[in-house]
């Protein structure tokens, strides 16, 4: 059975710092991007991150370039992500998914082909 399970939400002031983590089960590891989403209130779910396993492509959405790092622990089958100067309108439900990766292949963004599967996020409340 896959799982993606997410842990590190929480509330924080802003200018403040998260590390959001995604454990994978179920699945090859490396074989996998993973990638963090994330849906605020009235809004619809936007890619924030998406990290290729095998060759560690990375692929940053503008609004959190220079704020927000995603980075794997390859031998726990976890993705984190590391968010800084956080603001009031990074306030959302962040979600981390998978697709099946194109193994040999250069992507830019592999995220942006549709998603396999997803975890049931972890809310991010950032407070002015």
């Known amino acids: 059975e896959v799982q993606l399970v997410e842990s590190g939400g929480g509330l924080v002031q802003a200018g403040g710092t998260l590390r959001l983590s995604c454990t994978a089960s179920?699945?090859?590891?490396?074989?996998?991007?993973i990638g963090w989403f994330r849906q605020a209130p009235g809004k619809e779910r936007e890619e924030v991150s998406c990290l290729k396993i095998s060759d560690e492509t990375t692929y940053n959405s503008d609004f959190v370039k220079g704020r927000f790092t995603i980075s794997s622990d390859n031998a726990k089958n976890t993705v984190y992500l590391q968010m800084n100067s956080l603001t009031p309108e990074d306030t959302a439900v962040y979600y981390c998914?998978?697709?099946?990766?194109?193994?040999?292949?250069?992507?830019?963004?592999?995220?942006?082909?549709?998603?396999?599967?997803w975890g049931k996020g972890t809310l991010v409340t950032v407070s002015s």
């Open positions: 179920g699945f090859t590891f490396d074989e996998y991007a």
């Open positions: 998914a998978a697709v099946e990766a194109f193994l040999g292949y250069v992507e830019r963004n592999s995220c942006s082909r549709g998603m396999d599967y």
